[in-house]
C-alpha cells in the first residue's frame, strides 16, 4: 500500500482550509456586533461629560425632577446648593454660576421644575441626603424664590436648611405662599431684586419686613434684571458672603 504523506506548511495550510468552511458562520454569528452609544442627557446646556457626569433624573410626588449633580471641586461636600429657576425657565438658568459655588466648597443641584417648586426642592433634598450631604442651601429665582421660601420653611425637610436666597421672588406663585412661610423661617434669609424690576423689589422688602429670622438681609441693586441675572449684575458677591457667614461649606 502507497502512503499518503504531507508537510508541515501543507498541514497547516488544509487546516486553515477546513476552518473557513466549516466555521465561517459559527464565526460570524461569534463576533458580537457593536454595542450602542448610551445616550447622554445634557438637557441643552451641559457638555457631555458634564451630562454623563451628572444628569439625574429624581423621583418626586407626581413625575421625576431632571437635575444635575455636581459635588464641590474638593470633593465630599458636606453642604449643597439646591438652585430653583424662574417661570418658563430651567436648570440651564444656573449654568454660568455653578463654578462659583463649586470652587468655594459647596455641591450644586439645579433642578427643572415640572410642577410645585417646593415639592420639586423636597425631591431634591431627598436625593442630596442619599449622596451624603449634612445640610442644604435653598437659592431661588422669581417663582423658584418663592418656592424656596416655603421649602425653607417646611418642619419635615429631608435635611436642615442653613439658609435661604430669594432673588426677585414675589409674595406669592401658584400654591406656594412666600408671605405666610416667612413668618415660620427661622434659617437665615436674604432676599435680592433690582429696582427697575416692576413690583419685585416691593414684594423683597415687604417679605424682608415680615420675616421672623434672626438673620435676615435685603439688597435692592440698581437696574431691570431679574432672577437668577442678579448674580451677573453684582449679587454673586453678597450672595456668597452671606453663605459664608452663615451656612459655611465645611458645615
Known sequence: MKRFS???????ALALLLAGCGGAGAGADAAAPPSPTARVVTYGCLTK??????????????????AYFRDSDAGGAKVAVVLSHQNG???????PYLDAFTGAGYAVLPFTANGDVATGIRSATGYLRDKGV??????????????????????DSPLPVAAVVSL????????????????????????????????????ARSLHA??????????IYPGADHGA???????LPDVQAFLAEYAPPTG
Do not use: Y
Open 49 to 66: 461629560d458634564q451630562g454623563a457626569k451628572g444628569a439625574v433624573s429624581i423621583p418626586s410626588d407626581l413625575s421625576t425632577v431632571d
Open 134 to 155: 449634612a445640610r442644604v442651601v435653598l437659592i431661588g429665582a422669581s417663582k423658584g424664590g418663592t418656592g424656596s421660601l416655603v421649602a425653607g420653611a417646611l418642619p
Open 210 to 219: 415680615a420675616a421672623v429670622s434672626a438673620d435676615k438681609k435685603l439688597k
Open 229 to 235: 441675572a442678579l448674580l451677573a449684575d453684582g449679587a
Open 168 to 203: 426677585s421672588g414675589p409674595e406669592s406663585f401658584g400654591a406656594d405662599n412666600a408671605a405666610t412661610a416667612v413668618k415660620r423661617l427661622a434659617a437665615p434669609v436674604f432676599f435680592a431684586a433690582e429696582e427697575h424690576d416692576g413690583p419685585f423689589p416691593g414684594n
Open 89 to 95: 425657565g430651567s436648570l440651564c438658568d444656573w449654568i
Open 6 to 12: 504531507m508537510s508541515a506548511a501543507g498541514a497547516a
